[in-house]
């Protein structure tokens, strides 16, 4: 598994891709802004060129040639995502510290916190188990299951940010002092672990079972 996620880091996804999360990082300079979306680009941008690409590059062919488990190419591909991810959020949440070193922590929506990160970290999750769960039921299409997961988490990030524009009891809990923010985080960190086993599980059900 480790060779074909190596691969998919190394071949198959293009280097622009790890340029990509500074670029969008820079969004979280913009104030009182909507500063879930900067993520939801890897959503629109990233994971339909990727996925895109593998037609492209007929890496679905090649990678069904090679002596390796459907296991191994599933858990690859979705390894591959998640580093990018982390990227992502990594690069994100630090020039959102310096936006707040630059203009205060205070927004009118979701402030840039430890809970954000962990809010953050559950909306890549549920992008993932759609996607992956969807995607690897042909393993080749990847329309329908994109579009499935960007609406989900449109969804998701509309509740959390209105909920916390809304009411103040939420902003407490999200926005409150540390010790609330790191309690989202870790509760954040422990779904997303969950869900992202669920996600594997899933989706290496679904690929073995394609003839």
């Known amino acids: 598994m480790n060779n074909l996620l190596y691969k998919e880091l190394k071949l198959?996804?293009?280097?622009?891709f790890y340029l990509l999360p500074?670029?969008?990082a820079a969004l979280m300079f913009i104030p009182n802004w909507i500063y879930t979306l900067v993520f939801m680009y890897f959503f629109w941008i990233t994971i339909p060129q990727i996925y895109g690409g593998y037609i492209g590059q007929k890496d679905n062919s090649f990678i069904n040639m090679l002596p390796v488990s459907k296991k191994e190419i599933v858990k690859s591909k979705i390894h591959a995502v998640l580093i990018l991810e982390a990227l992502h959020l990594v690069t994100a949440f630090l020039l959102g510290l310096v936006h707040n070193a630059i203009y205060g922590s205070y927004n009118f929506f979701f402030d840039i916190n430890l809970a954000f990160v962990g809010i953050i970290l559950m909306m890549f999750a549920l992008f993932n188990l759609v996607f992956f769960t969807n995607y690897f039921k042909t393993g080749y299409f990847f329309g329908r299951p994109t579009v499935y997961g960007?609406?989900?988490?449109?969804?998701?990030a509309f509740i959390v940010e209105f909920s916390?524009?809304?009411?103040q009891?939420?902003?407490d809990v999200f926005e409150g002092d540390f010790s609330n923010q790191l309690l989202v985080f870790v509760v954040g960190l422990i779904i997303t672990v969950l869900l992202s086993w669920v996600t594997i599980?899933?989706?290496i059900m679904h690929y073995e079972s394609i003839e």
């Open 150 to 156: 960007v609406v989900v988490t449109l969804v998701y």
């Open 169 to 171: 009891g939420v902003r």
């Open 201 to 203: 599980k899933q989706s």
């Open 22 to 24: 500074l670029i969008l």
């Open 12 to 16: 198959s996804i293009n280097k622009f």
């Open 164 to 167: 916390v524009a809304k009411y």
